[in-house]
């Protein structure tokens, strides 16, 4: 899990080529301008979601994780509590249609959103986004979803 403000996103060119077709469409392109749904950036490898989202209680909600994708969320309006585990215990069997799977666990680092910060969660890693804070119920959010296939599933328990 990486988290930092946008304007320091380019120090991570380099990690993932994936990660760096993401960046320099970032840089180049105004996401809140987007409408809401899938806006491709290089077909399956790179893609946006973007949506208006209720935010959830995190007090007993799941960390989901993802073995193809790891989710680069950047909330464009509002902002979001998210939380981060090391690890979990599965919930149920991972779906990989939909590329995620539910795990619980210990909430080991957790942020907020918002004010120009981002929060990439890489494949394999819990994660709660999309949780209240109190001054927020609701955000208008950008995912990018970036292909970086983790094979072994979640760092479960």
Known sequence: MITDTLQNLPRYR????NLDI?????????VAALP??????DGEAVFINVMDA????????AFEYHRRYADLQIDL??????????????EKPFDEGADVGFVTGAEEASGVLGGGRFA???????????CRTPDC??????????EM?????????
């Open 14 to 17: 380099g990690l993932h080529k």
């Open 120 to 130: 990439l969660f890489m494949p394999g890693e819990p994660h709660k986004p999309s």
């Open 54 to 61: 209720d935010l959830r209680d995190a007090e007993g909600a």
């Open 149 to 157: 296939r983790h094979d072994k599933g979640a760092y479960l328990e």
């Open 22 to 30: 993401a960046i320099r469409w970032l840089m180049a392109h105004d």
């Open 77 to 90: 309006t509002g902002g979001e509590r998210w939380g981060w585990a090391a690890s979990g215990t599965e």
């Open 137 to 146: 119920a609701r955000v208008r959010k950008a995912v990018f979803k970036i």
């Open 36 to 41: 809401n749904g899938r806006t491709e950036v």
